[in-house]
């Protein structure tokens, strides 16, 4: 079983919905977590840090459940720039674990 | 702004052949990592140090080894490179100072072992 996993999708979704994405974990003595996006060809970059109690960054907004052991991400008024691989990482200290990443189209 | 460089965007070798992967960050980062990604598998952790010339390995360290003599350089050392290590190979850096740990990547090489 993958540390982390994700849906690999591709969510296909129109511009202007709102789509969601879910990552399980399965080391509980992880600590951080975050989300990084990933464009075609081009490295990883961090996206948004995941809080307990839940953050927000404008469109995006990140959640984390210890007690199920899962992350989520949810992206609203997609726009076509937000087609991207997104990555689930979790990090125990300063190692950290990616998910294979979930793939997202947003289409006009 | 974070700078991380690779040597070489592509690279071709051929099997058998000592393959050195170079990485420079410029932002004094104590920690520094190299993956490798796969269609399908994602990042894989071959090696990381957390100072100079420490080093630890990740969930994939056979058939590499790395090198840190200065804290703004990591390299890894391919012994004898093959068909399966054709992969795009990624290296990042962290700081341990902060509470975010976020890892900043390089562009990646695009290694081909023929």
């Known amino acids: 079983r993958k540390e982390v996993e994700q849906d690999p999708g591709p969510f296909n979704v129109p511009e202007g919905a709102t789509v969601a994405f879910n990552c399980t974990y399965s080391?509980?003595?992880?600590?951080?977590f975050f989300w990084y996006r990933q464009d075609c060809r081009k490295e990883p970059k961090l996206l948004m840090s995941v809080y307990s109690s839940g953050n927000e960054d404008g469109r995006f907004t990140a959640q984390l459940n210890r007690a199920s052991q899962y992350i989520s991400l949810l992206i609203r008024d997609s726009k076509l720039s937000d087609s991207a691989t997104y990555l689930c990482?979790?990090?125990?200290?300063?190692?950290?674990?990616f998910g294979a990443g979930t793939r997202l189209f947003v289409k006009a | 702004d974070v700078k991380v460089t690779q040597s070489s965007r592509y690279l071709v070798k051929r099997t058998g052949e000592k393959v050195f992967l170079e990485c420079v960050q410029d932002m004094d980062h104590e920690n520094m990592f190299w993956y490798r990604q796969d269609p399908g598998l994602g990042l894989r952790l071959i090696y990381f140090?957390?100072?100079?010339?420490?080093?630890e390995k990740g969930d994939i360290p056979e058939g590499y080894s790395v090198s840190r003599e200065k804290k703004e350089r990591f390299s890894l050392i391919l012994e004898s490179a093959s068909t399966n290590q054709t992969s795009m190979y990624l290296c990042?850096?962290?700081?341990?100072?902060?509470?975010?740990?976020?890892?900043?990547f390089g562009p990646g090489t695009r290694l081909t072992v023929t």
């Open positions: 990482v979790g990090a125990e200290g300063f190692k950290t674990i």
């Open positions: 080391n509980s003595a992880s600590q951080s």
């Open positions: 140090s957390y100072d100079v010339k420490m080093k």
């Open positions: 990042a850096s962290s700081s341990t100072s902060g509470i975010s740990y976020e890892q900043y």
